[in-house]
């Protein structure tokens, strides 16, 4: 199995801009998780995902945060506008509830800078 | 729901010495337990975890934890360091019914030669 696929792993954009970050987790994988990690805040969920279905959104900081999962091998979150504040790691992670109760595989981040 | 406590965000050991990570955890349901290590540069990964039955669990790169209820306990341990294992070390505890975990802070093991 691959494992959990981020892109781009870094990307350095200025402030205002529209950012998109893509995730393909393992493929049978049910649920899917967004997590930010700084070094203020250390590792927050944003959203997850049970079969492709937003099920809790409660740590998306704002309304320019938006995340979505057209189909179940592929989901992308988007900074619209974005801010320093936003500079940050972002991690996804899925898992399955039929091949391990809860455990999550991590991809390997994105570190996004805003200038 | 369920709460994460790590006791320490940083801890130091000589290369060769034991590690004790501590972890406390509240659940209002029989939880699901989990270590997970994150090097530098890289996402996490799992260590070890707990589901159900033998609550002494072994993981990894030679770490085990052992499940302590009355404690509500999960402490991490390694009975010699090595200077691979320096990284952050994240505990975190899953409802059974639930799909998201809730993770501790994180505590940086250092290891000095």
């Known amino acids: 199995d691959a494992g959990v696929i981020q892109s781009p792993r870094h990307e350095v954009t200025e402030m205002g801009q529209e950012v998109t970050l893509r995730c393909k987790p393992i493929?049978?994988?049910?649920?899917l998780f967004w997590y930010r990690q700084t070094m203020m805040r250390g590792l927050e969920l944003l959203i997850y995902f049970n079969n492709n279905v937003p099920i809790d959104d409660s740590g998306m900081p704002e309304d320019r945060f938006s995340a979505k999962m057209p189909n179940a091998s592929f989901s992308t979150l988007k900074i619209q506008p974005s801010e320093p504040r936003d500079s940050a790691v972002y991690f996804c992670?899925?898992?399955?509830?039929?091949?391990?109760?809860?455990?999550?595989?991590f991809g390997p981040g994105t570190r996004l800078t805003v200038t | 729901a369920q709460s994460v406590t790590q006791l320490g965000s940083h801890v130091s050991v000589s290369e060769g010495a034991l590690v004790l990570l501590r972890c406390n955890y509240s659940?209002?349901?029989?939880?699901?337990l989990f270590w997970y290590v994150q090097y530098p540069n890289q996402g996490l990964q799992l260590l070890l975890k707990?589901?159900?039955?033998?609550?002494l669990v072994k993981g990894i790169n030679g770490f085990e934890a052992e499940f302590k209820k009355s404690e509500t306990s999960f402490h991490l341990t390694k009975p010699s360091a090595h200077m691979s294992d320096a990284a952050e070390y994240f505990c975190a505890v899953s409802a059974t019914n639930a799909g998201k975990s809730t993770f501790g802070d994180g505590t940086t093991l250092t290891v000095k030669p």
């Open positions: 707990y589901t159900t039955g033998a609550t």
């Open positions: 659940s209002s349901v029989p939880p699901y």
């Open positions: 493929s049978g994988h049910d649920y």
């Open positions: 992670a899925s898992s399955s509830r039929d091949r391990g109760p809860h455990e999550q595989y």
